[in-house]
């Protein structure tokens, strides 16, 4: 009577067990949501959601530019990417242009902000690094992208001291690193400003 209480008693945990397995096995099998795959043993980076903000800006190709292989029906011509020019995005280029480009600028773009004379007398930089008028011919005749690059790389002769591979023989900062792709926009649009464009 012992030997078959013992080999019932076994016998239930053994079921218990295997109740148990096939539980967590099915409650493996249900959609949760997270992945694609129904059991997500290996959570992939890629589903999660934190991996889109990991991810570095998007870099578009230049406006009007064409992959040398066509691929596919349809337009091949990439699209301007930078924002609408309306009353918002002005008068973001606006308060931005304020805030990081008065100081040497000056408000009305001419070159003459108060950090203008401090720059032009410094012993340490030759005079050409003084701050530009944008309101001059070479620069209102610049391209809306050249003047995205300009101020995204440190003006004029910053961004050719990057396109040349050496660290920038600028003063003026480099604010592809502090504004945003948008930002950057709607001071061109600022600057467009004026210039009376």
């Not at 337009?75 to 242009?97: F, I």
């Not at 004029?156 to 040349?164: E, K, P």
Request: proline share 7%; hydrophobic share 40%.
């Amino acid at each position: 009577m012992n030997t078959s209480t013992s080999r019932l008693h076994r016998l239930r945990l053994g079921a218990a067990v295997a109740a148990l397995l096939l539980t967590v096995a099915a409650a493996g099998c249900l959609p949760l949501g997270r992945g694609a795959y129904p059991i997500d043993i290996f959570a992939e980076m890629h589903y999660t959601q934190m991996y889109k903000s990991q991810e570095p800006p998007r870099l578009y190709p230049a406006p009007g530019a064409v992959p040398f292989m066509a691929v596919g029906e349809g337009t091949l011509v990439v699209p301007d990417v930078s924002p609408a020019v309306n009353t918002a995005t002005a008068e973001k280029g606006r308060t931005l242009y304020a805030v990081n480009c008065v100081a040497c600028h000056g408000m009305t773009g001419k070159g003459d902000g108060p950090m203008a004379g401090h720059l032009e007398r410094s012993e340490s930089q030759p005079a050409a690094l003084a701050p530009v008028d944008l309101t001059s011919e070479a620069t209102a005749n610049s391209t809306d992208d050249q003047l995205f690059l300009f101020i995204g790389g440190g003006g004029r002769i910053g961004y050719a001291f990057r396109l040349a591979g050496q660290p920038s023989g600028s003063s003026m900062p480099e604010f592809d690193r502090l504004m945003t792709e948008e930002d950057r926009w709607s001071v061109v649009r600022y600057v467009r400003d004026l210039q009376g464009q």
